[in-house]
């Protein structure tokens, strides 16, 4: 039975839950955290379609600022400012400046957009995003498990994920002529072994871009055979892209010699990275800043610096994941919540802390999807300051 519970800025209805065994079948056995409760909220956030409206084209319009501000950084070598390693700057260079380095998938997190609060970006995982299970599968499962019709979401993330991949070969809208220009291009898909959920999310890329037509593999990173001149390849075959879940950052700092390595791939043309290079510096938090100062006080910016505001704010490091080496500040510098991490060396940068969507105790923060355009909202429920025990929860709208 559905039972509809009003939020202090939106609307839960208490759903009728899949049972571990539902989300196994659908390839998602991180079902439950390590506190042993349901990684799936056993809840459907319920939207109106003005509002799944506005979540689509908050995440358009900020797409295009990205790539308006990530030209002007490349402009005016602001590298050192994002905390960009040294190290990958030129395959950054390369990678932005030849169109064949497609981005093929990207995911904003933002704050408000129900209840009349206004979308607020807080930042944009254009890297190494997750969530792609549960968003484009688990909760349209879940839709249908309570008995509505799936059209009822703003969840057309699979499909859009099908037709970015053809757009790696047509570059353009337009994948009609997929079939006439596709040379049997090879895509090889990698994970680091020994992390059962990137590995599931690869492999469901992979199975979606065997569906728009490529050949595919799958192989853990260490696997993978990288060479300057050569290329890429796996168990003696070629490739000529690969997708890496490994973040650009963690390449550069922990692998450097691989860094190098890649570098000279792309320079060679004999090797594309998905996603690019560039999507590091949409990566970085310290990206907040550049759009800030290039669009002051647009609606869906927060203000951002690389110094302390005099408002309640939000200290974040330019890179992090999971909530980490993230504060909560007053207007006066002290600290109201904040979880520890690894990423301080990181720089730091200021935002002015945005009000979550907010059911009793519990804050509800959207996050939408982007594959060329924006195509797949999902939120995650948790503290005031998301970590790795928030929990998934689907939504619907409003028939």
Known sequence: MVQAVLGDSMQILEAQPLSNADL?????????????????CHEIVEITQEEAQGFYDAANTLYDMYVEAGQYVIDKNLFFELGIPFNLVDAIKNSWEEEVHWHLYGRFDFAGGLGGNPIKLLEFNADTPTLVYETALIQWALLKKNGFSESLQFNNLYEALRENFKRIVTLGADTSNFDSIYEGWKILFSSIEG????ENTVRLLEVIAKEAGFQ???????????DAEE???????NYEFWFKLIPWESIAIDEPELAQLITAMIQNKNTIFLNPAYTLLFQSKCFLKILWDLFPNHPLLLETSDHPLHIKQVKKHAFGREGESVSILSAQGDVLSSKSGHYENYPAIYQ??????????????????YAYEACG??????????????????????S
């Open 231 to 237: 290329g890429l390849s796996f168990q003696g075959e």
């Open 216 to 226: 595919t593999n799958f192989c853990y990173a260490h696997e993978a055979v990288l």
């Open 24 to 40: 196994e079948e659908l390839g998602l056995p991180w079902h439950t955290d390590s506190d042993n409760t349901s990684y799936i």
């Open 352 to 369: 002015a802390f945005a009000q979550q969507n907010r059911h009793k105790d519990a804050f509800y923060q959207p996050n939408v999807f």
């Open 377 to 398: 909202l999902g939120f995650r429920k948790g503290g005031e300051i998301l970590d790795n025990l928030s929990k998934f929860v689907a939504h619907k709208i409003k």
């Open 195 to 198: 992390n059962l959920e990137e």
